[in-house]
């Protein structure tokens, strides 16, 4: 059974940045596809970032195009944080789907993925 531990989450100023990590385990064939989602007080959980299992293929929604980068190494994916805003606080989950193979239109929409981290808290304040 795959499990999901994410890290790398805190309280930054405007501008600042951070990494979040994810690091999978017990998956038994190729890494999942793995999606990064946040959610704030208040609002839908919205998903921001994806990659697929041999890290070839990305995708990233318009609100963090040119900001965040997501990575892979095997197991662990990382998404790197710049220019953050207040508006990108939030709890930010990452979450594996049954497959290796990136589809577009999946990447975006909770159902896709079974298996969810705890989330991490970032808070980006003057």
């Known amino acids: 059974q795959v499990q999901l531990v994410e890290s790398g989450g805190g309280s930054v100023r405007p501008g600042d940045s951070l990494k979040l990590s994810c690091t999978a385990s017990?998956?038994?064939?190729?890494?999942?596809?793995i999606g990064w989602f946040r959610q704030a007080p208040g609002k839908e959980r919205e998903g921001i970032s994806c990659?697929?299992?041999?890290?070839?293929t990305t995708l990233y929604v318009d609100s963090v195009k040119g900001r965040f980068t997501i990575s892979r190494e095997w197991n662990t994916v990382y998404l790197e944080m710049n220019d953050l805003r207040p508006e990108d606080s939030a709890v930010y989950v990452c979450a594996a789907q049954p497959t290796a193979i990136l589809y577009h239109s999946r990447c975006y929409e909770p159902g896709h993925y079974d298996t969810w981290g705890q989330g991490t808290q970032v808070t980006v304040s003057s």
């Open positions: 017990g998956f038994t064939s190729a890494p999942p596809v």
């Open positions: 990659i697929s299992g041999k890290g070839i």
